[in-house]
T-cell receptor, first 109, second 108 residues
Framework: DTGVSQDPRHKITKRGQNVTFRCDPI?????LYWYRQTLGQGPEFLTY????????KSRLLSDRFSAERPKGSFSTLEIQRTEQGDSAMYLC???????FGQGTRLTVV | LAKTTQPISMDSYEGQEVNITCSHN???????ITWYQQFPSQGPRFIIQ???TKVTNEVASLFIPADRKSSTLSLPRVSLSDTAVYYC?????????FGRGTSLIVHP
């Protein structure tokens, strides 16, 4: 048990639908990261929060993606108008030492 | 982005010691080396971190030579459950950056 909780663990959605994932970091960690991982690849950085401030976003984070971290606690990642290419494992991590959650497996059909 | 180079795959047998080497020629003065382990359908798990010389914990050892251009993760007496992907990361930055990692398969 790493202490980082992600919900849901699995999500199947139809193309064009919106989906939202939640991450609850370790309570005393002020940094929170979102990553995306596809089969055979390492995790790819999407975005990073320091407390409630979103400090950096990857080019991978298109305008269909939005992330929030209200009050510097849990975070949500929303994907609008999902595409089949969005199918991946979405990972959340919190720091100082990067502890990862179990991830949310998204399948877009 | 911080770049490292490591073998794509390795094979070993139960009870053997496994050494996975990572190259990081352009390592910066304030960069640490961190290794993660990842099982299928799980998030990466921190294994060990070091700056120079040798670091050992209950899971692994990390050897970093004086020039710090490479590092070696050593797993003593591997078991089948050590079959996983191992990632080497360099950075003093705040964004852990992953490559493709090394897929280790431990055979009976």
């Amino acid at each position: 048990d790493t202490g980082v909780s992600q919900d849901p663990r699995h999500k199947i959605t139809k193309r064009g639908q919106n989906v939202t994932f939640r991450c609850d970091p370790i309570s005393e960690h002020n940094r929170l990261y979102w990553y995306r991982q596809t089969l055979g690849q390492g995790p790819e950085f999407l975005t990073y929060f320091q407390n409630e401030a979103q400090l950096e976003k990857s080019r991978l984070l298109s305008d269909r993606f939005s992330a929030e971290r209200p009050k510097g606690s849990f975070s949500t990642l929303e994907i609008q108008r999902t595409e089949q290419g969005d199918s991946a494992m979405y990972l959340c991590a919190s720091s100082p030492e990067a502890f990862f959650g179990q991830g949310t497996r998204l399948t877009v059909v | 982005l911080a770049k490292t180079t490591q073998p794509i795959s390795m094979d070993s047998y139960e009870g053997q010691e496994v050494n996975i080497t990572c190259s990081h020629n352009n390592i910066a003065t304030n960069d640490y080396i961190t290794w993660y382990q990842q099982f299928p359908s799980q998030g990466p798990r921190f294994i060990i971190q070091g700056y120079k010389t040798k670091v050992t914990n209950e899971v692994a050892s990390l050897f970093i030579p004086a020039d710090r251009k490479s590092s070696t993760l050593s797993l003593p007496r591997v078991s089948l459950s050590d079959t996983a992907v191992y990632y080497c990361l360099r950075g003093g930055s705040y964004i852990p950056t992953f490559g493709r990692g090394t897929s280790l398969i431990v055979h009976p």
